[in-house]
């Protein structure tokens, strides 16, 4: 048995939220005069902490952005992961198809975690399994919400395996000596050409990539 637990992303990896996330920075943006294209929003919101988000969009801005723009932001966007949040396709065969050990780790707010894997039915699979950023004071690119994850569930780096579907991610795992496995929701797959890990695009092509580590 080459790996002894699981540690997912949650966002683009358990919950299909990435794109939702990234039109509600990318209109809020809007709104102040401020142009950021769908492409442009994913490859720098996705798996970014949202004060990086913040602060790229008030880089493009020019000055600080409105006080209650991360408030306004945080509203929204729970009211349209409530609309239309889903969980990914395949994600609950996948998990309930494990034998070993799993856990959720995100940049995320624990608040955030639990509202959206309960939206999209996930929730029982990770109650006392979930580790957030927020908690250690800690996001990636650093490895240490992995690393956490790993300790607090009794295990070494090399008896863990990471499921990710950011290059920020990714870059945490590789940072604190995790293997990796990039999952493509979003069919750009030229962010993941200099990682040298394990593609997949599917939770089908996961669970049989999953089925030969453990």
């Given at each position: 048995?080459?790996?002894?637990?699981?540690?997912?992303?949650?966002?683009?990896?358990?919950?299909?939220?990435?794109?939702?996330?990234?039109?509600?920075?990318?209109?809020?943006?809007?709104?102040?005069?401020?142009?950021?294209?769908?492409?442009?929003a994913l490859e720098n919101f996705t798996g970014s902490s949202l004060q990086y988000s913040l602060k790229y969009i008030e880089n493009k801005f020019g000055q600080a952005l409105p006080s209650?723009?991360?408030?306004?932001?945080?509203?929204?966007?729970?009211?349209?992961?409530?609309?239309n949040l889903k969980p990914i396709n395949g994600i609950h065969e996948v998990i309930q198809s494990l034998?070993?050990?799993f856990c959720v780790a995100?940049?995320?707010?624990?608040?955030?975690?639990?509202?959206?894997?309960?939206?999209a039915n996930l929730i029982q699979y990770f109650e006392g399994n979930l580790f957030s950023s927020y908690d250690i004071q800690s996001w990636k690119p650093e490895p240490?919400?992995?690393?956490?994850?790993?300790?607090?569930k009794g295990f070494e780096v090399h008896e863990c395996l990471v499921i990710e579907d950011s290059c920020t991610g990714i870059?945490?795992?590789?940072?604190?000596?995790?293997?990796?496995?990039?999952?493509?929701?979003?069919?750009?797959?030229?962010?993941?050409?200099?990682e040298n890990i394990s593609i997949c695009f599917?939770?089908?092509?996961?669970?049989?990539?999953?089925?030969?580590?453990?």
């Open positions: 048995m080459k790996y002894k637990c699981i540690i997912f992303d949650c966002d683009g990896v358990l919950v299909d939220s990435e794109a939702i996330s990234s039109g509600v920075l990318t209109e809020m943006a809007k709104e102040l005069g401020i142009k950021i294209s769908h492409d442009e209650d723009f991360e408030l306004e932001f945080r509203q929204k966007s729970y009211e349209q992961f409530a609309l034998t070993i050990p995100s940049s995320g707010p624990r608040e955030k975690i639990i509202r959206n894997l309960t939206t240490d919400i992995f690393l956490h994850a790993a300790k607090s870059q945490a795992a590789k940072s604190g000596g995790f293997d990796v496995i990039a999952f493509v929701n979003d069919g750009n797959t030229q962010r993941f050409q200099n599917s939770m089908k092509e996961l669970h049989n990539l999953l089925s030969k580590t453990h």
